[in-house]
């Protein structure tokens, strides 16, 4: 179960909606307790991808290792990914899932018109061969 | 020894430490000796055949190593390792599956968050439910779109839509309670819907910054559940009242001024609209703005509000709807009274045979210019002179009677020395109090009510009669800060 609260989760639609029509990508921060994940923080990062943004995205690893190090001086850990869907549902493609990595929550939020239409939270396994629906709330 | 920074999720395999100091003359010793003293962080991050796991990568201080030298790579006392996540995604290669979420399903929070709603049966789930999923434009982030915009985001409106393009000024807060004085200057989108958002962080936003117009109406509302209607002036009430009709939009009305105010619902199926109450428009001018007839700063809380419940009964479709009767509201007497309103059959647009089956050119249906464009503003007319050639008249010692049309309480807030006070309406009798031949400049507040008096004059045989551009407004800005603005 992964919990956002008003602030971060106002802040990842507002980044979403933002650069609408590209897919936006950051990082969520907080705490995780015995797999009850609460999100206290978003950190809205560059989407990297060079090339069409409207539906890939690439966090550069340097902004992570930085995202890490604001966590950590904020006494928040790195809890988990979020990026957008734009026109799109918040289901987690093959690409996100060829791309992922187990550790953390990975939030997809679906864009409709510039507009949030829904969102998805999925935990994919060590083998990138599937995503578990991890329950969300915000 | 070299140390290495564990990534938040593995801190659980490394007794919670977030930094391991581990021997190794090489990155891969380094690894292989951090996994030996913690077992269970192997498969975090090799696979079975030992190999790094593909969504890893490993820095050395802040190179990747893959371009280094690889698990190769010398370390050194002081160095850093990183075990860095490759992240990235897209929701392209395979189609969508079907829709997964129900967008007005409601999490917990929501349940909690609307709990008084849901405990009364007349909204229950299925009431806050709808309320998520319904769409409402305002027109206008002012007066009263100021309490709509806020009581709706706490109802639970799923998305609401606004349209304005004006900034905050200081004059507006003696109303728009959802500008702060912090916002001036702002745009009240921002500023409106920074509120909305703090109030309702899951509510959808969508701000149109532009006038709303004949050529964009129809677009902008065609999204829209119902549209409610706060603005100020004829052109654009006619306007939404004419695109809600096209369109089947039910428009909640409200208007207000000075200690009063009307609300009601026009374009309800089978109900009246606005132009059944008024086939057309009054003269412009005859009915001041808030910012020329003054307003009560709460009268817009009171119209607003009524709007919202207005709104809010609609979309759960409770009660008895404000169809087909006009709320009249008096502040001064607090009293709320109701005219009845029928549908004309002949009404030019919602009719049995409507002439209109287009948007229009409402400013010149209403007999108003198109706004200025800010070139325009400054441009001074023929008749009209600028605050600071009245200024350089005053200073040459020139012989000249500026006379101001204001009312008297206003001249008691701001006045300019040495003008001479006839309120408008007592022009045509004061005449004879002028002389025909004399240098007169006359001024207002804006310049609309000194125009005015200026045809007035010009009609009656005076000559040499200019309109101050601007107003007091203008000679506060541009002459002497010293008056104050009101």
Redesign the interface.
């Given at each position: 179960m992964i919990?956002i609260e008003?602030?971060p989760?106002?802040a990842m639609?507002?980044h979403a909606r933002q650069v609408y029509p590209d897919?936006c990508c950051g990082v969520m921060l907080g705490i995780?307790e015995n797999g009850a994940k609460s999100v206290s923080a978003a950190l809205p990062l560059e989407n990297s991808?060079e090339g069409p943004r409207a539906?890939?995205?690439?966090?550069r690893?340097?902004d992570?290792?930085a995202a890490?190090k604001a966590?950590?001086g904020r006494n928040l850990?790195?809890?988990g990914?979020y990026?957008s869907?734009?026109d799109?549902?918040?289901?987690f493609?093959?690409?996100?899932?060829k791309?992922?990595?187990?550790?953390?929550s990975?939030v997809v939020l679906?864009i409709r018109?510039?507009?949030?239409?829904?969102?998805?939270s999925w935990l994919p396994n060590?083998e990138?061969t599937e995503a578990a629906?991890e329950e969300l709330?915000? | 020894m070299p140390k290495v920074?564990i990534?938040?999720?593995?801190?659980q395999f490394t007794g919670k430490q977030?930094t391991v100091s581990v021997p190794g003359g090489t990155v891969g010793e380094v690894l292989g000796a951090l996994t030996a003293r913690y077992p269970d962080l192997r498969?975090?991050i090799f696979t079975d055949e030992g190999k790094v796991?593909?969504?890893?990568?490993v820095?050395l201080n802040?190179e990747?190593i893959r371009y280094l030298g690889k698990d190769a790579t010398a370390a050194q006392e002081s160095d850093t390792i990183?075990l860095?996540?490759?992240?990235?995604?897209?929701?392209?290669?395979?189609a969508?599956?079907?829709?997964?979420?129900?967008?007005a399903a409601l999490?917990?929070?929501e349940i909690l968050r609307y709990s008084r709603h849901l405990i009364l049966p007349e909204v229950g789930i299925e009431g806050q439910r709808k309320l998520k999923a319904a769409k409402v434009l305002l027109v206008g982030a002012g007066g009263l779109g100021a309490p709509l915009g806020l009581y709706l985001a706490a109802a639970g409106i799923g998305?609401i839509g606004i349209v304005d393009f004006d900034v905050v000024d200081v004059t507006n807060l003696q109303r728009q309670v959802i500008h702060f004085s912090s916002d001036v200057g702002r745009k009240k989108l921002d500023s409106a819907a920074e509120k909305m958002?703090?109030i309702n962080?899951?509510l959808?936003v969508?701000k149109y910054e532009t006038a709303l117009t004949s050529e964009n109406a129809l677009a902008i509302l065609k999204?829209y559940d119902l549209v409610v209607d706060g603005t100020d002036n004829f052109p654009t009430r006619y306007l939404v009242n004419d695109a809600c009709v096209l369109l089947g939009k039910p428009n909640v009305y409200g208007s207000i001024f000075r200690f009063e105010g009307q609300a009601t619902i026009f374009a309800y199926r089978g109900g009246p609209c606005y132009r059944c109450l008024y086939p057309e428009p009054p003269p412009p001018g005859l009915v001041p703005s808030c910012a020329e007839g003054g307003v009560l700063g709460i009268l817009p809380g009171t119209i607003g509000l009524i709007q919202a419940t207005e709104t809010v009964k609609l979309i759960l479709g409770i009660g008895e709807p404000l169809v087909g009767r006009l709320l009249l509201y008096d502040a001064l007497g607090m009293r709320f009274r109701e005219l009845k309103l029928r549908k004309n059959p002949e009404c030019p647009v919602c009719g049995e045979h409507p002439t209109i089956t287009r948007l229009i050119d409402y400013h010149q249906f209403c007999g108003v210019p198109a706004p200025a464009t800010p070139a325009q503003e400054t441009q001074v007319n023929e008749g009209e002179i600028d605050v600071t050639e009245v200024k350089a008249k005053m200073d040459r010692g020139e012989d000249f009677v500026l006379l101001d049309v204001r009312e008297p309480h206003e001249y008691k807030i701001a006045a300019i020395s040495g003008s001479r006070l006839i309120p408008l309406g007592e022009v045509s009798k004061r005449l004879g109090e002028l002389d025909p031949k004399a240098d007169i400049v006359v001024h207002c507040k804006s310049g609309m009510r000194s125009a005015k008096a200026c045809a007035i004059l010009r009609q009656a045989g005076f000559e040499r009669v200019r309109n101050m551009k601007g107003g007091i407004l203008a000679w506060s800005d541009r002459v002497d800060r010293g008056v104050p603005k009101y």
């Open positions: 919990r008003p602030e989760w106002a639609l507002a897919e995780s991808f539906a890939r995205y690439e966090l690893p340097e992570l290792i890490e966590a950590r850990d790195l809890i990914i990026h869907h734009p799109c549902d918040a289901y493609s093959q690409t996100d899932l791309n992922s990595c187990p550790w953390y990975f679906s018109g510039g507009e949030f239409h829904h969102a998805n060590f990138q629906g709330i915000y | 920074l990534p938040t999720p593995l801190r977030d498969k975090q796991r593909s969504f890893v990568n820095y802040d990747d990183s860095v996540p490759s992240i990235a995604g897209g929701s392209t290669v395979t969508p599956p079907e829709t997964t979420a129900d967008a999490s917990n929070d998305r958002l703090a962080p899951r959808s969508v999204d």
